[in-house]
């Protein structure tokens, strides 16, 4: 190999080195998918609020003084096979737990209000219209992450880990008032403009802590527990119901 071999065989070798160098920093970059959580596997939110009136978007609907409101104060998500369980901490110390389901397409909650947690099942795409608290706690919380909403541009040290820190307003539709005061059962829900914050860890795009309103919420994560997830009976049994009133209603309108 001649010198003007050997000459471009380093210059081209350099180049490659120095284009997979760039690639792998550029990795490091926000984009516009900073924000990125397993599909599988299981995270605790722990929520505080910084006053009374904290955190629109997590208020449950208005209630008596017989009943006073509650708020989440931890919720624990565990996420596979196309199942989501999230196990919910009120404030009073009682728990509750929220299942997303895939097919059929669902989702079964329990009512927090109430002396007994009744199980209820709801059509996703009516959820956001019933009493539920409708709050993901996932990469759906952080939609409005984008490069364009940076506060700085290089990572900040945050809860002890390289974070990009966004900063934004985003609208939400929160309940006010209980579907019971409404002729159509439907609870009264209106749009509100909230302030939001989050730092997202550098490298791994998971979300290390959120500012939602006046509410600070704190992720961390682990692998999901082994062995698939199954509903409780009380779940399980609503769900059949729910199933068999459905098989029963396409039946009819076969005949009809």
Same mark, same amino acid.
């Given at each position: ?10 210059? +081209? ?12 920093? !550029?990795? &490091? ?11 599988? $596997? ?7 609020? $910084?006053?009374?009136?904290? /955190?629109?978007?997590?208020? !449950? ?7 006073? #409101? ?8 565990? %996420? ?5 369980? &999230?196990?919910?901490?009120? *404030?009073? $110390?009682?728990?509750?737990? @929220? ?5 059929? %397409?669902?989702?079964?909650? #329990?009512?927090?209000?109430? /002396? ?12 956001? %219209?019933?009493?539920?608290? &409708? ?10 992450? *984008?490069?364009? =909403? ?28 209980? *579907? ?6 439907? +609870?009264?829900?209106? !749009?509100?403009? =909230? ?6 860890? +550098? ?5 290390? @802590? ?13 692998? +999901?527990?082994? $062995? ?11 769900? *059949?119901?729910?199933?068999? @009133?459905?098989?029963?209603?396409? %039946? ?5």
């Amino acid at each position: 190999m001649n010198k003007h071999y050997r000459y471009c065989f380093h210059v +081209a070798y350099a180049l490659l080195l120095l284009g997979f160098l760039s690639g792998l920093f !550029a990795l &490091a970059e926000p984009d516009d998918k900073s924000v990125r959580i397993p599909r599988i $596997g299981m995270w605790t939110v722990n929520i505080q609020y $910084g006053a009374p009136d904290a /955190a629109i978007t997590l208020k !449950a609907p208005q209630t008596t003084p017989e009943q006073p #409101q509650q708020r989440m104060t931890k919720v624990v998500i565990t %996420r596979k096979n196309n199942i989501r369980r &999230a196990q919910v901490t009120w *404030s009073d $110390g009682r728990t509750t737990e @929220a299942w997303d389901m895939v097919s059929p %397409r669902v989702i079964l909650v #329990q009512n927090p209000h109430v /002396a007994v947690n009744d199980v209820y099942v709801i059509p996703a795409q009516d959820y956001l %219209r019933s009493d539920g608290v &409708a709050v993901p706690f996932d990469e759906a919380d952080f939609t409005w992450v *984008s490069r364009r =909403v940076l506060v700085e541009q290089k990572p900040v040290l945050y809860m002890g880990k390289k974070c990009y820190h966004y900063k934004s307003s985003i609208t939400v539709m929160t309940h006010m008032g209980s *579907s019971r005061n409404t002729p159509d059962g439907v +609870a009264n829900m209106t !749009a509100v403009k =909230v302030p939001v914050e989050a730092w997202v860890e +550098a490298g791994t795009g998971l979300p290390v @802590a959120m500012i939602n309103g006046k509410s600070v919420n704190t992720y961390t994560f682990e692998a +999901a527990p082994p $062995g698939p997830l199954i509903l409780p009976p009380a779940f399980q049994k609503e769900l *059949s119901r729910y199933q068999a @009133a459905l098989a029963a209603a396409k %039946r009819l309108n076969r005949k009809n």
